[in-house]
Antibody
Framework: EVQLVESGGALVQPGGSLRLSCVASGFTLSVHYMDWVRQAPGKGLEWVGRSRNKPNGYTTDYAASVKGRFTIFRDDSKNSLYLQMNSLKTEDTAVYYC???????????WGQGTLVTVSS | DIQMTQSPSSLSASVGDRVTITCRASQTITNYVNWYHQRPGKAPKLLIYTASNLQSGVPSRFSGSGSGTDFTLTISGLQPEDFGTYYCQQFYGMELTFGPGTKVDLK
């Protein structure tokens, strides 16, 4: 059974940093693209960024709203995906979901989400 | 960026109703659109991929159609578990984008 379990969400001050983790089970992480998607309280879904699979060199892409501040990386030996978030802003407050991407096309599995609150 | 719009933004329906939600892209995206359903407090769930393909395990009352810029999600016979918010999402552009959502609640 495929499972994605996020952790690391917390309350952090503006300008601070936080690292989210996503542990995958039931499939081989290195085979798949993996994305982060977020949802601000009471709002819609926003794509954050992508980590491509091993055959595609683990390259990454980011939404313009987080580029230069957020970094996605992975440790396939631990079947884990990470989101390093720096220079956090209040508008980064959201539930962050780890997602598996099927052939680069659609999000076929989602984690339960982890809440990040940026506030002073 | 490719902008996605949805209509209506919300609707009230009864169990058994036929429900249609539309999604429009700001430029042509061929058939590169997916549909998700989200219940309050839960993660979204994939319903339809690449415009018209039913995800495994999703009931056949859900169907998708469209190409170019205009897409439709249809629920033929709404069930109690179908209430919640529906999102379209495009994967044509480098930056993936979602529609703002259509909230479906009980009349």
């Amino acid at each position: 059974e495929v499972q994605l379990v996020e952790s690391g969400g917390a309350l952090v001050q503006p300008g601070g940093s936080l690292r989210l983790s996503c542990v995958a089970s039931g499939f081989t992480l290195s085979v798949h693209y993996m994305d982060w998607v977020r949802q601000a309280p009471g709002k819609g879904l926003e794509w954050v960024g992508r980590s491509r699979n091993k055959p595609n060199g683990y390259t990454t892409d980011y939404a313009a709203s987080v580029k230069g501040r957020f970094t996605i990386f992975r440790d396939d030996s631990k079947n884990s995906l990470y989101l390093q978030m720096n220079s956090l802003k209040t508008e980064d407050t959201a539930v962050y979901y780890c997602t598996r991407v099927h052939h680069g096309d659609y999000f076929d599995y989602w984690g339960q989400g982890t809440l990040v609150t940026v506030s002073s | 960026d490719i902008q996605m719009t949805q209509s209506p933004s919300s609707l009230s329906a009864s169990v058994g109703d036929r429900v249609t939600i539309t999604c429009r892209a700001s430029q042509t995206i061929t058939n590169y659109v997916n549909w998700y359903h989200q219940r309050p407090g839960k993660a979204p769930k994939l319903l339809i991929y690449t415009a018209s393909n039913l995800q495994s395990g999703v009931p056949s009352r859900f169907s998708g159609s469209g190409s170019g810029t205009d897409f439709t999600l249809t629920i033929s016979g709404l069930q109690p578990e179908d209430f919640g918010t529906y999102y379209c999402q495009q994967f044509y552009g480098m930056e993936l984008t979602f529609g703002p959502g259509t909230k479906v609640d009980l009349k």
